[in-house]
């Protein structure tokens, strides 16, 4: 049985190794909107929302499956406010996916556009049910809408959105769960039909 332990901590391991070398070469987060095209500092008007509530942390697979889904939530929270503090809180500062994420938000914002729409959502997540030390693989199938991008001047880009994309979070755990390395794999992206 000790074995057993110790040769799936190993497959977990190596899984882990594979997925964060992949992350630093591959990166990104699904559905990040297009680059504004306006010029201009005007800052844009987002309403106020409270930031979503973390989950119960516990060194265990199905805490670390709704762990997955609070970061998920942090994303759409931080699209629609511009408050990326909690996704810095949860974030590992060696996660290059989560600096970019961060970064495209902050980008927006200072752009002045306003994300409508485009709203994430979890279809499934499944993490390896062992035993929880250091982390664990979250595995997850999302799905994201259609929006719009609306820049100061009053144009708009569509933002097409997805059925049905794959990721795959490395989380640390250290009495709390932060998100070490984010993939999304665009083979398995299918986007909404166009109109």
């Not at 332990?5 to 699904?30: D, F, I, K, N, Y």
Request: with cysteine; glycine share 6%.
């Amino acid at each position: 049985m000790n074995g057993d332990h110790r040769e799936t901590s190993c497959r977990v391991v190596l899984l882990l190794a594979a997925l964060l070398t992949l992350a630093a070469c591959t990166g990104g987060s699904p559905g990040t909107p297009p680059p504004s095209t306006a010029s201009g500092t005007t800052s844009a008007s987002v309403p106020a929302s409270p930031a979503p509530t973390a989950p119960v942390q516990e060194a265990t697979p199905s805490s670390a499956v709704e762990f997955v889904k609070y970061f998920w939530a942090l994303y759409n929270y931080a699209y629609a406010t511009y408050d990326t503090k909690p996704l810095e809180a949860i974030s590992d500062k060696k996660c290059d996916s989560c600096k970019k994420l961060i970064e495209d938000v902050h980008r927006i914002a200072a752009d002045g556009t306003v994300i409508k729409g485009f709203e994430l959502t979890v279809l499934e997540a499944v993490s390896p049910d062992i035993e929880v030390k250091t982390g664990t693989l979250v595995v997850a199938s999302l799905q994201q809408q259609k929006g719009t991008a609306v820049a100061p001047d009053g144009s708009s880009t569509a933002l097409p959105g997805f059925k049905s994309v794959r990721s795959t979070t490395a989380l640390r755990w250290d009495g709390t769960w932060h998100i070490e390395a984010l993939n999304t794999e665009s083979k398995t992206s299918k986007p909404w039909p166009s109109e």
